[in-house]
């Protein structure tokens, strides 16, 4: 069982569609932190959401932390091949001193 | 500045060979972290130095699986008697402990694959 579930595993959609990734958990995070990871290389972080109902925006994505801080959602606009990559939430819950890492979700965008 | 490096980026090693893969972190990152990684999955934590503290080994799958981190800053990850089931892309993070939740933003190596034959 993982403490950070994503969904969908896979995602393949058209260039300049919309999507949502979600990241999902029975506990309460500290934080949670979203990461990027293309092929062949480590994942690169994102954003850090710290605040319940928080909403950080990146450009094209947006970022939202629930407010029990147990739930995150990434939301892109109009993607782009370029957004092709693993993406994975990550966090520490509130108890403890572990770090986890989500199922991940595959994203491809096609041109 | 310089990343955080891994070497060697591959290597291909035989059942029950000895492997050492090596990260070297961001220069004043004081915690590091080991994950592995199989083909298009997420990352399973492996083991965790912070500082001077005893690591956290609570990830390590076997006794065959071993880490060291030299001065507080290169680590070295062993795996002992290699199986096939190793296969994977070893990866390591560091980040830095200044407090607050900056302390959780790691940054990564490109990682080593590992592929026992």
């Known amino acids: 069982t993982q403490l950070l579930e994503q969904s969908p595993q896979f995602l393949s959609i058209q260039e300049g569609e919309n999507l949502t990734v979600y990241c999902n958990s029975s506990?309460?995070?500290?934080?949670l932190q979203w990461y990027r990871q293309e092929p062949g290389e480590g994942p690169v972080l994102l954003v850090t959401?710290?605040?319940?109902?928080e909403v950080k925006k990146l450009k094209r994505l947006t970022f939202q932390f629930g407010d029990a801080r147990k739930d995150s959602s990434l939301h892109i606009t109009a993607a782009q091949p370029g957004d092709t990559g693993l993406y994975l939430c990550?966090?520490?819950?509130?108890?403890?001193?572990?770090?986890?890492f989500g199922t991940g979700t595959s994203l491809t965008v096609i041109p | 500045g310089a990343g955080v490096s891994q070497s060697p980026s591959n290597k291909v090693t035989e059942k029950g060979k000895d492997v050492e893969l090596r990260c070297d972190p961001i220069?004043?990152?004081?915690?590091l972290y080991w994950y592995r990684q199989s083909l298009g999955q997420g990352l399973e934590f492996l083991i965790y130095?912070?500082?001077?503290?005893?690591?956290?080994k609570s990830g390590l799958p076997s006794d065959r699986f071993s880490a060291e981190r030299t001065g507080g800053s290169v680590s070295t990850l062993t795996i002992q008697r290699t199986q096939q089931e190793d296969s994977a892309v070893y990866l390591c993070?560091?980040?830095?402990?200044?407090?607050?939740?900056?302390?959780?933003?790691?940054?990564f190596g490109p990682g080593t694959r590992l592929t026992v034959t």
């Open positions: 506990s309460v995070f500290s934080s």
């Open positions: 220069s004043g990152h004081t915690a």
């Open positions: 959401v710290v605040t319940g109902g």
């Open positions: 993070a560091s980040s830095l402990t200044s407090g607050g939740d900056k302390r959780y933003e790691q940054y």
């Open positions: 990550a966090g520490p819950p509130n108890t403890g001193n572990q770090f986890y």
């Open positions: 130095f912070q500082g001077n503290s005893a690591p956290d």
